[in-house]
């Protein structure tokens, strides 16, 4: 799955940043970046459908640099959307065994109209609120 994950990801300008466990993070950044990043979810999707594989969208600004002591610094993203994006994941993949998952702030700005399913709404406790996540039809 990873390696799909990382080749896919880059063919639509995505960077892969790291595995956490079971899971794959990267980003995508620049015109219609929330575009090609439904298209490469879509296209893991569509070579996985054979998997619980459950992939969660946002958006917002990150910082991309080096993080931690200079000997074992690595490449890694962090920031306000990051932090959200964990934290509703683990809440979405508790909701559904495989799809896609996006957030409103994703789905009213994509180009292309695509199908969504009525929004699923997730409570967040660690962050007290709500949030819509609406999952791709496939």
Known sequence: IFC???????KYG?????YT?????????????????????????????????VMFLHTGEIYFGMVGHPDY????IYGDAVNKSFLIMD???KKVKRGIGITGEVKDRLKT?????????LYLPRLKE????YQFKH
């Open 4 to 10: 799909n994950a990382d080749f896919i990801s880059c």
């Open 14 to 18: 995505g960077v892969p940043v790291k």
């Open 21 to 53: 466990g079971d899971g794959f993070l990267c980003f995508f950044s620049g015109i219609e970046h929330r575009d090609r990043a439904l298209k490469a979810a879509r296209d893991i999707d569509r070579i996985n459908s054979d998997k619980e594989l």
């Open 73 to 76: 610094a690595s490449r890694d």
């Open 91 to 93: 809440v979405f993949s």
């Open 113 to 121: 109209p695509y199908g969504f399913k009525k929004a699923i709404p």
């Open 130 to 133: 709500s949030k819509a996540v």
